[in-house]
């Protein structure tokens, strides 16, 4: 599968992320369009559950990130590869498929 526009979502979680790390308002607006073209995951029932669990298995061992989980959560719930460069923030989730160029 090639990645491109129609084969990229992203959760809400970074969603919020990258619009917070904007610079400045040509960022921010660069980023808008760019999001646009983008399915966009929200959080819900299900992806709260997963969350809960990741946390519950793997906030000691691990000292994962509540928004590393969030995103692992969304990941799990909708059956997505996560395309990451900090693969060590998610590789121990056995439930996670990352993504593999």
């Given at each position: 599968?090639?990645?491109?526009?129609?084969?990229?979502?992203?959760?809400?979680?970074?969603?919020?992320?990258?619009?917070?790390?904007?610079?400045?308002?040509?960022?921010?607006?660069?980023?808008?369009?760019?999001?646009?073209?983008?399915?966009?995951?929200?959080?819900?029932?299900?992806?709260?559950?997963?969350?809960?669990?990741l946390?519950?298995?793997?906030?000691?061992?691990?000292?994962?990130?509540?928004?590393?989980?969030?995103?692992?959560?969304?990941?799990?719930?909708?059956?997505?590869?996560?395309?990451?460069?900090?693969?060590?923030?998610?590789?121990?989730?056995?439930?996670i498929?990352?993504?593999n160029?």
């Amino acid at each position: 599968m090639k990645i491109g526009p129609s084969n990229i979502g992203i959760s809400v979680i970074t969603h919020a992320e990258i619009y917070y790390g904007a610079r400045n308002k040509k960022d921010f607006e660069i980023y808008r369009r760019f999001f646009n073209a983008l399915a966009t995951y929200p959080l819900t029932e299900e992806i709260s559950n997963i969350f809960n669990g990741l946390i519950v298995n793997y906030s000691i061992s691990h000292k994962v990130r509540i928004a590393d989980m969030l995103i692992a959560a969304t990941a799990i719930a909708n059956n997505l590869q996560i395309f990451t460069h900090n693969r060590k923030d998610f590789d121990f989730i056995p439930e996670i498929r990352l993504y593999n160029p």
